[in-house]
């Protein structure tokens, strides 16, 4: 076969190919953020410095259609043309989120979702996983072991191991505990490492008044639990509990309907949609990073987390998955 005809049969198929496949339709991509500042450990790469997390949302809002969370189902459905969408969302609920995070939002005209823990709401501590990392990375020395009475079973060896892999293993068992377990938990890592800074002020759950002062025209207030478990890990009835507890301590706030929810850790199975089906909710996000369609379930929506990337980058990471869209 000579090449030129050779080269003819493969662009033939290549457009055969193309015209068989169904439309993926429109697609657009759901960030998550947690954190706008600098703390002094970020293990868990939460946070975004705030004048980078200022030239992402520059980026975003030159590059990108920016909608609402709650709107893109439709935009998606409806809209056939123009740059990609994107949805800004925000998990846990902390500080920084308003007192920083919200005016650069609003200097950019970019709108955002903030899922919010309802238990940890007006806490004067930090949430668990960022008191742990502060006692267990800043700690001066730490014991040999780490064995706690009210986790029977779970021994940490801590001599000749970095300090990020303990971090994780205790990390791993609290995760696993209820609310009452791991605040008991929490009390006696406090004996055992004791004395971490102070916290910083922003790194603090919002208060009633401040979530209510976060939502705006702009931006949304949205459930994610009431204690921040692995809902994998719960039966159905109580993942059901969970997020409808979270949802009416929002509308209480907020005096109006709360139906977006945000899996926490991105856990979620089948029992997991239903149980957000149950407690009333229309749209539920979940952690995986990939582009979401009009076709896309409703209750799986992906998200990509930013991290302390430059925004050049977090645009090729958006470009790349809306050009890997394909067809739900």
């Avoid at 868990?44 to 909608?67: C, E, G, H, T």
């Avoid at 006696?188 to 800074?197: K, Y």
């Avoid at 379930?297 to 890997?324: A, F």
Wanted: hydrophobic fraction near 45%; aromatic fraction near 6%.
């Amino acid at each position: 076969m000579s090449p030129r005809v050779d080269t003819l049969i493969r662009r033939v198929v290549r457009m055969a190919s193309r015209l068989a496949r169904p439309m993926a339709g429109p697609s657009a991509v759901v960030l998550m953020y947690h954190r706008v500042a600098q703390p002094m450990v970020d293990p868990w790469n939460l946070s975004v410095a705030p004048d980078l997390f200022d030239r992402q949302i520059a980026m975003l809002a030159k590059r990108y259609r920016l909608v609402p969370l709650d709107e893109l189902p439709e935009r998606l459905h409806r809209d056939r043309g123009g740059p990609p969408l994107v949805a800004v969302t925000f998990d846990d609920g902390y500080r920084d989120n308003l007192v920083v995070a919200r005016p650069i939002l609003e200097k950019h005209g970019c709108p955002a979702t903030l899922f919010v823990t309802t238990g940890f709401i007006g806490w004067e501590t930090p949430f668990w996983w960022d008191e742990l990392a502060e006692r267990v990375l800043c700690a001066r020395r730490l014991p040999d072991r780490i064995a706690l009475a009210t986790v029977p079973g779970m021994t940490v060896q801590t001599d000749g191991h970095d300090r990020v892999d303990v971090l994780f293993a205790i990390w791993a068992c609290l995760r696993k505990l209820s609310s009452p377990q791991r605040d008991a938990a929490m009390a006696e890592l406090r004996e055992a490492l004791p004395g971490p800074m102070p916290a910083d002020p922003n790194a603090l759950p919002m208060g009633v008044d401040e979530i209510a002062a976060f939502a705006g025209p702009l931006f949304d207030i949205a459930a994610h639990t009431v204690t921040h478990p692995a809902l994998t890990d719960l039966s159905l009835e109580a993942q059901t509990r969970e997020i409808a507890e979270s949802r009416i301590a929002l509308e209480r706030i907020l005096d109006r309907p709360v139906s977006s929810f945000a899996y926490p850790y991105g856990d979620f199975d089948d029992g997991s949609v239903k149980a957000a089906l149950d407690a009333g909710m229309k749209l539920a996000c979940t952690t995986e990073p990939s582009s979401f369609g009009h076709r896309h379930p409703l209750l799986r929506v992906p998200r990509l987390q930013v991290k302390s990337i430059p925004p050049q980058e977090l645009g090729l990471r958006i470009d790349s998955l809306i050009q890997l869209a394909t067809p739900r």
